[in-house]
């Protein structure tokens, strides 16, 4: 049955949330229709989502707003790799956040583009005090 124009099914969706000061970008997976099999309610959206310290799975009215991203298409696989995220399911900050989670559910590959944007702009700034550094002391 559809939701807000969704059909049944699975999608990568985000929120934006502040953690510490710093706006981000929580991940994780909606699931319309209980494909999952994760809900007792087969009638109500659940979100499921890698929050320290383990993934949890929530009602997707008591989550907040969420952005849908895109709908997993190969939803069998989809299935598949999440009851393997549910067996390591500790939260990582570097190696299993709730992008990760999400992304690897969607998509098959354990990713964070935000955590690699944040890896690459940390040496941007030390190769330019590095580079800072040296020039002073030329």
């Known amino acids: 049955m559809p939701r807000n124009r969704l059909s049944d099914g699975l999608y990568l969706i985000k929120q934006k949330c502040t953690v510490k000061g710093v706006l981000i970008d929580h991940y994780g997976i909606l699931d319309i229709g209980n494909r999952l099999e994760l809900s007792v ?11 320290p310290p383990r993934i949890r799975t929530d009602w997707l009215a008591d989550t ?7 709908k997993i298409t190969d939803e069998p696989y989809a299935m598949v790799r999440i009851k393997k995220a549910l ?6 900050l570097f190696g299993n956040n709730c992008e990760h989670f999400a992304r690897f559910v969607a998509t098959g590959l354990r990713e964070s583009k935000q955590l690699q944007t944040a890896v690459l702009m940390v040496g941007l700034l030390a190769t330019t005090i590095i580079l800072v550094i040296s020039n002073d002391g030329a």
Do not use: S
Request: hydrophobic share 35%.
């Open 41 to 51: 309610d087969h009638n109500l959206p659940v979100v499921i989502h890698q929050t």
């Open 64 to 70: 907040g707003k969420w952005e849908f991203i895109t």
């Open 87 to 92: 067996e390591n399911d500790a939260y990582d």
